[in-house]
C-alpha cells in the first residue's frame, strides 16, 4: 500500500471557518431542541461515516475526550481519522466514553453510555446517532427548556425501543446522555431535558 492510499481522510480545508460553521450549527440545534438544521457540506463521506458526522467530529473531539464507536464505524478508516484529525482516544466500553457514534441507530442502546450523576452530571455521554433523515417513521412530541409549548420530530431510522430509552434516560435528570442525530446533510438534538411522547 502506498504511503498516500495510507494516508487518513481530509479534514477541514480551512479549520478555524469550518469549525465555526459546525459549532454554530449544532449550538442551533442544541438551544431549539427537535429543530433540524442543515450542516455546511465541508467533508467528504468517509467509509460508514458521513460528512456530517465527520464535521460534528471534528469540531467536538480531541485529545481528552474517549470516544466509542458501534461496529458500522469500527473501521479502520474511521479509527484513523479520528485519531489523526481529533487525537481521541478510542474505547472499547461504551460506559467508558464521553461521546459514542452510532452507524446502526436500530441497534443503539442508550443504557449502555454513562448517564453522569446529580454531583457531576458533566460525566454522561454525547451519543451521535447517524440516521437517514427526518421525514419517516412516528412523528414524536417534544416538550420542554428551548421548545415554546411543543415540538414535533421525526427521525427515521429509531426503534420504538428507543424512546422508551429515551424516557428512562429522562428519568435520571440532571444526569443523562444528550443525543445528537445526524443525518447526511442535516442535525437534530434532544438534549436531556426534553420530553418526547409519541
Not at 71 to 90: I, K, N, S, Y
Request: glycine share 8%; charged share 15%.
Amino acid at each position: 500500500m502506498s504511503a498516500l492510499a495510507a494516508s487518513p481522510a481530509p479534514g477541514f480545508a480551512d479549520a478555524v471557518h469550518d469549525t465555526q460553521q459546525v459549532f454554530r450549527r449544532l449550538l442551533d440545534a442544541f438551544t431549539h431542541p427537535g429543530r433540524v438544521i442543515l450542516l455546511p457540506q465541508r467533508l467528504a463521506a468517509l467509509d460508514a461515516l458521513w460528512a456530517s458526522s465527520a464535521a460534528l467530529a471534528l469540531m467536538l473531539l480531541d485529545h481528552s475526550t474517549p470516544v466509542h464507536l458501534d461496529p458500522v464505524l469500527d473501521t479502520e478508516a474511521v479509527r484513523d481519522f479520528l485519531r489523526f484529525h481529533c487525537g481521541a482516544p478510542l474505547v472499547e466500553a461504551p460506559g467508558e466514553a464521553s461521546f459514542a457514534l452510532v452507524g446502526n441507530a436500530a441497534a443503539v442502546d442508550l443504557a449502555s453510555f454513562a448517564p453522569g450523576d446529580p454531583v457531576r452530571p458533566e460525566r454522561s455521554a454525547t451519543v451521535l446517532i447517524q440516521v437517514p433523515g427526518f421525514l419517516h417513521g412516528q412523528p414524536m412530541r417534544l416538550a420542554g427548556p428551548g421548545i415554546a409549548t411543543t415540538t414535533s420530530l421525526i427521525v427515521d431510522g429509531v426503534e420504538p425501543k428507543f424512546w422508551r430509552q429515551w424516557r428512562e434516560s429522562g428519568a435520571l435528570y440532571p444526569s443523562g446522555v444528550d443525543v445528537v442525530f445526524a443525518a447526511p446533510e442535516a442535525i437534530a438534538v434532544l438534549p436531556r431535558t426534553v420530553r418526547a411522547e409519541g
